[in-house]
T-cell receptor
């Protein structure tokens, strides 16, 4: 089945450690995104990528890093520089962002990160 | 910049009744799309319905319809004949198409509870 796979579903990290969240898609989508969701809040964009080897900062990129070496994969690293990393992280993908397309995003099931 | 406002933190409805979830938006781009997503307690985001800014008719998808009032910049979601399984968070989102690297901007969401 086509879709987006995020792993792991739950992740615990000690303060001061970097951690990488995995996101893989087999939808042949060009664009991929990472969002952060805090309780009672909407989704805030961390990073996005339209093509391989290119990515752009979103609204809250500080303390995060990404790579896009393959079309199917867009891993997110939460670094020790992120002050408050405990949150629910959602990865998404969509067709290219060309004008006029009804390009809804398809989401993974999310990773809940807790810093202990 | 785009902005989505959802003013209802929570809504209650009885099973089989209709319910309207409010969404207003702000953008200077004349070409944009509006999306509604459902997020059950499991966390995944499920795409429900799409409305383009130039679409002449309001979008409908089964029990979901979008009450699009362009002059008022509102895109309310109407769920007819509510079911217990409709209990979830609902997010309104938009994408402006002429903004170059356009991405989805989300509102803070409305929690819908359907009672028997």
């Amino acid at each position: 089945d086509g879709g987006i796979t995020q792993s792991p579903k739950y992740l615990f990290r000690k303060e001061g450690q970097n951690v990488t969240l995995s996101c893989e898609q087999n939808l042949n989508h060009d664009a991929m995104y990472w969002y952060r969701q805090d309780p009672g809040q909407g989704l805030r964009l961390i990073y996005y990528s339209q093509i391989v080897n290119d990515f752009q900062k979103g609204d809250i990129a500080e303390g995060y890093s990404v790579s896009r070496e393959k079309k199917e994969s867009f891993p997110l690293t939460v670094t020790s520089a992120q002050k408050n990393p405990t949150a629910f992280y959602l990865c998404a993908s969509s067709l290219g962002l060309s004008r006029g397309q009804n390009t809804e995003a398809f989401f993974g099931q999310g990773t809940r990160l807790t810093v202990v | 910049a785009q902005k989505i406002t959802q003013t209802q933190p929570g809504m209650f409805v009885q099973e089989k009744e209709a319910v309207t979830l409010d969404c207003t938006y702000d953008t200077s781009d004349p070409s944009y799309g509006l999306f509604w997503y459902k997020q059950p307690s499991s966390g995944e985001m499920i795409f429900l319905i799409y409305q383009g800014s130039y679409d002449q008719q309001n979008a409908t998808e089964g029990r979901y319809s979008l009450n699009f009032q362009k002059a008022r910049k509102s895109a309310n979601l109407v769920i007819s004949a509510s079911q217990l399984g409709d209990s979830a968070m609902y997010f309104c989102a938009m994408r402006a198409f002429n903004s170059g690297y356009s991405t989805l901007t989300f509102g803070k969401g409305t929690m819908l509870l359907v009672s028997p």
